[in-house]
């Protein structure tokens, strides 16, 4: 599956241009935008940064026909056809979604790389959606990574960089900067995202990741005061439903009835609240052969360890999952002796995609309603897995 683009153009100063021609790129998902950029400046000679997404002439990703607003500071040599397009302000749209954002963005990130004595020699837009801006920016001391976060992602470089020392709790990508505003510069990580890992590479990401997990447990009332969300016992509950208000539960509606019970049912089988990477697959797993890093903090939680080794097992096959849950609860048996952590991931299987519900339903909330598509699908698709895991 490919993805057909239109770009609409603004100046430099934001007045707009008009649509380039029609082109195609390889990937489908339409928040990946280096290969939008790499052609256009192949056909066209044209330097852009991609702003947001404008519509898709389908209602979610991946594939299609989608039109997005960029901005160039070059002279198009290429005939524009005009289009209407609003460029309206909205309170929700993220910075560097705005005319002349991705700019401010790369001329702090050049000037953190300068205070730290390198030198960009390229920069190259990766990614923009509602959930976060990338560029690679190469230097004279290898590449970086500029990483922009929205207002409810913003505690990611807290974990990273928490307490002061990125490698004294998680194993993450270490801060080399970070500005309190969303923004925040990142080491390069060797490898490759281990998307379709089996078995076996699973299980040593649960095992190293137990190891996080554990240390974590010591200072979850520092990480909720530094700005990790803090989901602990049947707190969740009322989390949950709050971003669920205003969408229809229906599916779920017996399990929301009972969520209070359940969640003091889980707090009785005495596993610690602890960190939760959020969404621990193997995609947010870089691996070179030597080391594994855990990637991307930005749904990083207080709360319970269970969360982590469902994500991480729900796309293998039953046998293999019973295979890594069941190591994973006697690692925590014989750090928490007495502890039932069996029960406890069997009463938080259904309310796993449950808390994903409420988290899209956050993101709709937090975004302008252009970039709704991304998500909007995904509410009822979560509640419908939450009513049909028993």
């Known amino acids: 599956m490919s993805r057909t683009v239109t770009l609409i153009l603004l100046d430099a100063a934001g007045r707009p241009l008009g649509a380039l021609p029609p082109f195609d790129v390889p990937e489908p998902w339409w928040q990946e935008v280096a290969s939008i950029v790499a052609e256009v400046r192949r056909r066209h000679g044209l330097a852009v940064a991609v702003l947001r997404l404008l519509d898709a002439d389908r209602p979610a990703p991946p594939g299609g026909h989608v039109r997005y607003l960029a901005q160039t500071a070059d002279a198009p040599a290429v005939p524009l056809e005009p289009v209407a397009v609003d460029l309206a302000p909205h309170p929700l749209r993220q910075p560097w979604a705005r005319a002349g954002g991705p700019a401010r963005s790369v001329a702090w990130a050049a000037g953190e790389l300068r205070r730290l004595g390198r030198r960009v020699t390229a920069v190259a837009q990766q990614r923009t959606w509602n959930l976060s801006a990338i560029w690679r920016l190469d230097t004279d001391a290898g590449p970086t990574w500029l990483k922009q976060l929205p207002p409810f992602a913003r505690h990611e470089p807290t974990v990273l960089a928490f307490p002061g020392d990125p490698s004294s709790l998680v194993n993450g990508p270490t801060v080399l900067a970070a500005d309190g505003e969303g923004r925040m510069l990142l080491a390069d990580v060797p490898g490759q995202d281990r998307y379709g890992a089996g078995e076996g590479e699973r299980a040593s990401i649960a095992v190293e990741h137990h190891a996080v997990q554990l240390r974590a447990c010591g200072v979850v009332g520092e990480l909720a005061v530094a700005g990790v969300p803090d989901l602990r ?13 205003g969408h229809d539960v229906s599916a779920a509606a017996g399990l929301l009835d009972g969520l209070d019970h359940r969640l003091q049912q889980v707090r009785d089988c005495g596993l610690p609240d602890t960190l939760v990477h959020g969404d621990l697959h193997p995609g947010n797993v870089r691996g070179d052969g030597r080391r594994r890093t855990v990637i991307d903090w930005a749904d990083s939680f207080v709360g319970h360890p269970a969360f982590d080794i469902l994500r991480l097992t729900e796309d293998v096959d039953a046998d293999a999952a019973a295979r890594l849950t ?16 069996h029960r406890a991931v069997d009463l938080l299987r259904p309310v796993a995609p449950l808390r994903l519900a409420a988290v899209y339903a956050m993101f709709l909330a937090a975004i302008e309603p252009g970039e709704h598509p991304y998500h909007v699908h995904d509410v009822p698709a979560a509640l419908a897995r939450a009513a049909a895991t028993p």
Do not use: Q
Request: proline share 7%; glycine share 14%; hydrophobic share 40%.
């Open 233 to 245: 016992g049947t707190g969740l509950a009322d989390w949950i439903r709050e971003r669920l208000a």
């Open 326 to 341: 069941g190591a994973w609860a006697r690692r925590w048996r014989t750090d928490v002796p007495g502890s039932d952590p």
